[in-house]
């Protein structure tokens, strides 16, 4: 799934994202793109768990359509 996180702007935030994603999910593949505001993961965790844990670390993500 690919999330926008438009709060996300450097690499500590980057950082932060893809340990609390690993934290429910500690095979979850998160390639974040700092620039362009995006996350992608693939994971075993519903979506609803991902958008709940990365706002649970200080983050909005919205889930992107398409």
């Given at each position: ?9 450097c ?39 991902i958008?709940?844990?990365?706002s ?11």
């Amino acid at each position: 799934m690919q999330l926008s996180v438009d709060d996300m702007t450097c690499q500590h935030c980057a950082r932060a994202i893809t340990e609390a994603v690993r934290e429910a999910d500690p095979a979850a593949s998160v390639i974040v793109d700092v620039g362009a505001q995006c996350v992608t993961v693939a994971a075993d965790v519903s979506s609803g768990v991902i958008v709940t844990t990365i706002s649970d670390a200080g983050y909005t993500a919205v889930i992107r359509a398409g």
